[in-house]
T-cell receptor
Framework: DTAVSQTPKYLVTQMGNDKSIKCEQN?????MYWYKQDSKKFLKIMFS???????INETVPNRFSPKSPDKAHLNLHINSLELGDSAVYFC??????????????FGSGTRLTVV | AQSVTQLGSHVSVSEGALVLLRCNYS??????LFWYVQYPNQGLQLLLK??????LVKGINGFEAEFKKSETSFHLTKPSAHMSDAAEYFC?????????FGTGTRLTVIP
């Protein structure tokens, strides 16, 4: 049973298109995240949701819109894709920060290539 | 604010040699620290975490790390490198609502 699953694993698309990445976790965690890993492997938080509410919204272009229909799902929609959006996007989940358990579980990533 | 610095973007060791990957942290509150491993084209896997219990933390695959407050360090070690240890390793510190990652260290194991 996959704890945090993302789809698709690979996504190749043309500039200007709109695409979505889906994420689901079956760990019962309250908090979910989107991280972006750039070509130099640097990982940076994009968004964080706790019980479907947006907690963190880093300096990310508003072409990126997260949606959390319930606490087990956090999807990422990207409008008008640009070449610079090419990266690996990781979904993660954890118990609510501050509750004493600090286990973050990551998905296997979605490699987005914009051509 | 929380941050981590990983010293050395690339580390090469011979198979069977000691692995030492360095991480120093900065935190305004008692930190919670993590090491993650990323194998090629895969996601992040938790190796071990420090959450203010024992300062010597044992993880998976024979790795361990020691929290040293006086040195603000959380270095990762393994007594004997195996070829399968070749991967990217990330140190991270917990912030209020997310993890802050270091820039990663690529470990190469030479046969």
């Amino acid at each position: 049973d996959t704890a945090v699953s993302q789809t698709p694993k690979y996504l190749v698309t043309q500039m200007g298109n709109d695409k979505s990445i889906k994420c689901e976790q079956n760990l019962g965690h309250d908090t979910m995240y989107w991280y972006k890993q750039d070509s130099k492997k640097f990982l940076k938080i994009m968004f964080s949701y706790n019980n479907k509410e947006l907690i963190i919204n880093e300096t990310v272009p508003n072409r990126f819109s997260p949606k959390s229909p319930d606490k087990a799902h956090l999807n990422l929609h990207i409008n008008s894709l640009e070449l610079g959006d090419s990266a690996v996007y990781f979904c993660a989940s954890s118990p609510t920060p501050g509750t004493g358990d600090y286990g973050y579980t990551f998905g296997s990533g979605t490699r987005l290539t914009v051509v | 604010a929380q941050s981590v610095t990983q010293l050395g973007s690339h580390v090469s060791v011979s198979e069977g040699a000691l692995v030492l990957l360095r991480c120093n942290y900065s935190s305004s509150v008692p930190p919670y620290l993590f090491w993650y491993v990323q194998y090629p084209n895969q996601g992040l896997q938790l190796l071990l975490k420090y959450t203010s219990a024992a300062t010597l933390v044992k993880g998976i695959n024979g790795f361990e790390a020691e929290f040293k407050k006086s040195e603000t360090s959380f270095h990762l070690t393994k007594p004997s490198a195996h070829m399968s240890d070749a991967a990217e390793y990330f140190c991270a510190v917990s912030g209020a609502n997310n993890l802050f990652f270091g820039t990663g260290t690529r470990l190469t194991v030479i046969p």
